[in-house]
């Protein structure tokens, strides 16, 4: 049986949306949401919410999920790298004994995602050697449109000999979900993590993939929630 640690990296200190990890979300703290989809995909052998707040902690425990250890505060800032924070969480399992195959990570603020996408990404995962598995989405538009904006309003193109190709003369750009994604364990276990080539997509609609940084991105991502659990 495959041994899966999942780690939910829920920082207090967001500054654009205040406790967002906690927040409620169309009545409940968006956090429950991921807690349950895990739980309902039976997938993982442990879960663990990686914080260095007491408010986050109480709020997770009331919820049903303990928390074994808090994260150190020099790896709370808001440019702490989360394979930091996972390498972290899986150095802090070892020394406690666990031994993982696996190790996941899910965004705590990825309500619109379903217990079916963790099932079906960690079939895919299972046929994989040494890659990591990353949740993307279609970029909107061709990355090849482009722009830059300054502070009074000018644009810039970042391509501009392609500025004005048409949408069908490229192939599909993908980017990070912001969602979830799945290591093998000796991808954490070397000492620096080169990414060339290690890298397998599992690919998210749109209508699941909102990344939730800004308030806009809550209401809309909300909307869509009601909208699909009518």
Not at 78 to 90: C, G, M, R, S
Not at 112 to 119: C, F, H, K, R
Not at 200 to 215: C, G, W
Request: aromatic share 12%; glycine share 4%.
């Amino acid at each position: 049986m495959i041994k899966r640690l999942l780690i939910i990296p829920a920082r207090g200190g967001s500054k654009r949306i205040p406790l967002k990890n906690i927040k409620l979300f169309c009545g409940k703290p968006i956090i429950s949401y991921v807690i349950s989809n895990a739980k309902k995909s039976k997938l993982f052998s442990k879960i663990h919410v990686s914080t260095e707040s007491n408010k986050i902690r109480n709020k997770v425990e009331k919820l049903g999920l303990s928390i074994d250890f808090m994260r150190p505060g020099k790896l709370s800032r808001a440019n702490t790298p989360v394979i930091d924070v996972l390498k972290f969480v899986y150095e802090e399992y070892k020394k406690l004994d666990y031994v993982f195959d696996e190790v996941w990570t899910i965004s705590p603020c990825s309500p619109l995602l379903l217990p079916s996408d963790l099932i079906n990404s960690a079939h895919q995962f299972k046929k994989l050697k040494k890659k990591v598995l990353l949740a993307v989405t279609k970029y909107g538009a061709p990355i090849y449109w482009a722009f830059t904006k300054d502070k009074k309003n000018n644009l810039k193109p970042l391509f501009e000999k392609k500025l004005f190709s048409k949408s069908q003369s490229f192939s599909h750009s993908y980017h990070d979900a912001g969602s979830f994604a799945a290591f093998p364990t000796n991808f954490l276990d070397e000492d620096k993590i080169y990414i060339e080539n290690k890298f397998v997509s599992y690919e998210l609609p749109p209508h699941r993939a909102v990344d939730i940084d800004e308030i806009e991105n809550w209401k809309f991502a909300e909307l869509l929630y009601k909208a699909n659990n009518k």
